[in-house]
């Protein structure tokens, strides 16, 4: 009997565990749900008598490799920081693993054990990173079919608020982890333009954004650069390229009010708060001052507002953003929480409760391909463009197209339909990619595409 593990019940796991308990059922195969949060995680799988919860506490070496040992294939959807951890233990006990997030220094350097263990570790088998490696290779190898030369790549992907669920001045609802909103884009980006290789700071990413019309929307998006490009032109095979940038989407007013709220410093997450304790190593933060428009606000102990935290802003505030900056409540005069320690945390505060979402709320995940090529001296460009929109508030957009993309994988991983690759990996081989896609399909989950000649 094939077992699964999957590490996290969390948000982005809904669809993952309602998909696994249906294919897991139909096989006679088990299940076995391992969240900190046991009550989370046995409220995701209901009364499935082939899948089980169990409370664990991964940084605990012994209670997460109780559980590997006895697997097939282990799923995390821990957060990014503890993926490693499950790693090691898989590595040990020689178990394939399967994660939607981005490869770390610490995964990358378990490489020669992961291969000489014939074991497959597959990375970015998310959304973003995963469907868009998956779909993009796709048509970057059905041009080289034909012989095509590849002059640009763009790749955009949003995380938004359906149309018939947008109703606030941000256009944009939480539908992932609120601390990854906040801190989207704080490391900077990195993309390569017309030959140039381009660095933009976190100060530059939200202004002069690009645009993009995507048919089915009913209004052109804003686009800023997503994290370091680079990295993924030799991945993809695409040196030739003289442009190639991976993007995130936004409808444009968040962008807009998104810049001042950077502008003014209030993502920080390293500054403490004053009265909250003192940052160590760091300045002396029990010092630290709010600057407003007529000089600095005093504030004492814990007893900070809203107002007194967001007076850095007011510089930025203007008749295009007003209405979005007091929607969110940084002009209230209203004691922060308790519990927020730094800026980031009172903004995080902020989206969850005045940026979260109804029951009956959609959120909608977009995603664009843009290839420009040659062939035999004939310029091509093409397009595949994706909309999916979630049911409710369990089954998001976010949900289905993070956690489907690992169940489909992992499942045909243990049935044997994947050609079987060793070592670490992201989904850009056609026998990862072709299967996965053409089961997202099934789910409803496909790309419309377009070819237009010059």
């Not at 209901?46 to 070496?61: F, I, L, Q």
């Not at 821990?78 to 178990?95: D, E, F, Q, R």
């Not at 041009?143 to 669920?165: D, K, M, Y």
């Not at 460009?381 to 993309?405: F, H, Q, R, W, Y």
Request: aromatic share 8%; glycine share 8%.
């Amino acid at each position: 009997m094939k077992k699964i593990l999957l590490f996290g019940a969390g948000k982005s796991a809904t669809c993952l565990i309602r998909y696994l308990v249906r294919e897991t059922a139909s096989r006679g195969w088990e299940l076995m749900v391992a969240e900190n949060n046991l009550t989370l995680a046995q409220s995701k799988i209901g009364n499935a008598t082939h899948a089980k919860a169990v409370g664990v506490r991964v940084e605990k070496e012994q209670e997460r490799e109780f559980l590997i040992r006895e697997t097939d294939i282990v799923i995390s959807l821990l957060p990014p920081a503890l993926h490693s951890l499950v790693a090691i233990s898989c590595v040990k006990w020689k178990k394939d693993l399967l994660t939607a997030s981005y490869l770390d220094s610490t995964i990358k350097a378990l490489e020669p054990a992961i291969r000489e263990n014939g074991l497959l570790f597959l990375g970015e088998m998310g959304l973003d990173p995963g469907i868009d490696h998956m779909s993009a290779m796709q048509l970057i190898h059905r041009v080289r079919e034909q012989n095509g030369r590849i002059v640009a790549f763009r790749s955009h992907t949003g995380g938004l608020v359906a149309p018939e669920s947008d109703n606030n001045p941000w256009h944009y609802k939480i539908s992932w982890n609120p601390r990854n909103v906040v801190m989207a884009g704080s490391a900077g980006a990195r993309y390569k333009e017309n030959g140039q290789v381009v660095s933009k700071a976190y100060e530059e990413l939200f202004e002069n954004n690009g645009e993009v019309a995507i048919e089915g929307i009913g209004r052109n998006l804003n686009w800023y650069p997503n994290r370091d490009s680079l990295p993924y032109i030799s991945l993809y095979g695409l040196d030739e390229a003289e442009t190639f940038i991976r993007t995130t989407l936004r409808y444009p007013d968040f962008c807009r009010g998104w810049n001042s709220i950077v502008q003014a410093g209030l993502t920080d997450d390293q500054i403490v708060l004053p009265g909250r304790g003192r940052a160590t190593p760091g300045p002396e933060a029990d010092q630290l001052s709010f600057r407003g428009e007529d000089g600095p606000v005093a504030v004492v102990g814990n007893s900070i507002t809203f107002a007194d935290w967001s007076a850095p802003i007011l510089p930025y505030v203007n008749a295009d953003n007003r209405e979005q900056l007091a929607f969110l409540g940084l002009f209230d005069n209203i004691i922060i929480p308790s519990q927020a320690r730094v800026s980031a945390d009172v903004l995080q505060y902020l989206l969850e409760t005045r940026l979260g979402r109804e029951p009956q709320d959609r959120d909608m995940i977009v995603m664009l391909h843009e290839i420009s090529y040659t062939v035999n001296g004939r310029l091509y460009e093409d397009t595949s463009s994706l909309i999916v929109k979630g049911e409710n508030t369990l089954e998001t957009a976010m949900a289905k197209t993070v956690g489907l993309p690992l169940g489909i994988a992992a499942k045909l991983i243990l049935e044997g339909k994947m050609k079987r690759l060793t070592g670490l990996h992201i989904p850009i081989l056609p026998e990862i990619y072709e299967p996965v896609l053409k089961e997202l399909a099934d789910e409803g989950i496909c790309f419309e595409e377009k070819t237009a000649a010059n």
